[in-house]
Nanobody, 123 residues
């Protein structure tokens, strides 16, 4: 049984930083692309950033360019999202996801999802 467990969310002021972490278990972590999505109240879930199985390729949404950075540690089965220069519009529930490949992840066809962690950015 694959499990993805997010942590690190919280309340932060605009301009601040948070680091989200997702711990995976259940199968060979290093063979799957990983990513982060988010869903704000009243909005659809949207892609934030993704990373290939090896960690050699990343892809991000334009709205987080230069502010968010995804990384993974295949030895620890974790994927992190470092979020800097946070804005009120970044407020959302953030979800970790696993997919067969980065293109599959970008298409929203993830195999598994975490439960989500709330990020709230105050102005």
């Amino acid at each position: 049984q694959v499990q993805l467990v997010e942590s690190g969310g919280g309340l932060v002021q605009a301009g601040g930083s948070l680091r989200l972490s997702c711990a995976a278990s259940g199968r060979t972590f290093s063979t799957y692309a990983m990513g982060w999505f988010r869903q704000a109240p009243g909005k659809e879930r949207e892609f934030v950033e993704g990373i290939s199985a090896s960690g050699g390729s990343t892809y991000y949404a334009g709205s987080v360019k230069g502010r968010f950075t995804i990384s993974r540690d295949n030895a620890k089965n974790t994927v992190d999202l470092q979020m800097n220069s946070l804005k009120p519009e970044d407020t959302a529930v953030y979800y970790c996801a696993e997919a067969m490949s980065l293109p599959t992840l970008l298409a929203g066809n993830s195999n598994y999802w975490g439960q989500g962690t709330q990020v709230t950015v105050s102005s």
